[in-house]
């Protein structure tokens, strides 16, 4: 299970140059944005990267990151080769990580792979990741699951996130997930 109290979701290159070139790009971004805000619905933590943003410009306006989100740049392919990354997760304090973003068998690959390396409980979102060409994505999801990485779908995600109905959080979630 997913305890709220110890996640983190990382959002791995949402950037506009990288979404129009994937499969399923309207899907993906749906669901990111089901995903950050449900972030801020529940208090759990975002850390968005981007790659290279000189050359693939900066998180795409289709995203509606919360304002007190700085997203960190990255040439790594991993998110754990950025020092920027790597401070910010270590002050978070949490040890486990929902992975969401671009290009499922690159920079989520090796963020995932990383993580797992590193002891982190890693869950990975198969309908919020993507690559340019469906082969690559579902053989990304499929080396994340045979490393032990937890491949779920933003449905399962929020709500193992929550323990019960009635409330105004599960209420506001289950509003985003019906959009």
Do not use: W
């Amino acid at each position: 299970m997913i305890d709220r109290n110890r996640t983190a979701f990382v959002m791995v290159d949402m950037q506009d140059r990288l979404i129009s070139a994937m499969h399923d790009g309207a899907l993906i971004v749906a669901n990111a944005n089901r995903l950050v805000e449900s972030a801020k619905i529940l208090g759990i933590p975002l850390i968005v990267t981007e790659q290279y943003p000189k050359g693939l410009g900066g998180t795409s306006g289709k995203i509606a990151l919360p304002q007190d989100v700085a997203p960190i740049e990255k040439v790594s392919f991993s998110c754990f080769g950025s020092d920027d990354f790597n401070e910010r997760l270590h002050h978070l304090k949490r040890d486990t990580l929902v992975i969401f973003g671009t290009e499922a068998h690159i920079c989520v690959l090796k963020t995932a792979l990383d993580a797992r390396k590193a002891g982190f409980g890693t869950h990975v979102v198969a309908d919020a990741v993507s690559s340019r060409k469906a082969i690559d994505c579902i053989a990304g999801i499929e080396r994340m699951r045979q490393s032990g990485v937890f491949i779920a779908t933003t449905e399962m995600v929020l709500f193992q996130l929550m323990d019960r109905a009635g409330s105004e959080e599960f209420r506001a979630v289950s509003a985003l997930i019906k959009q």
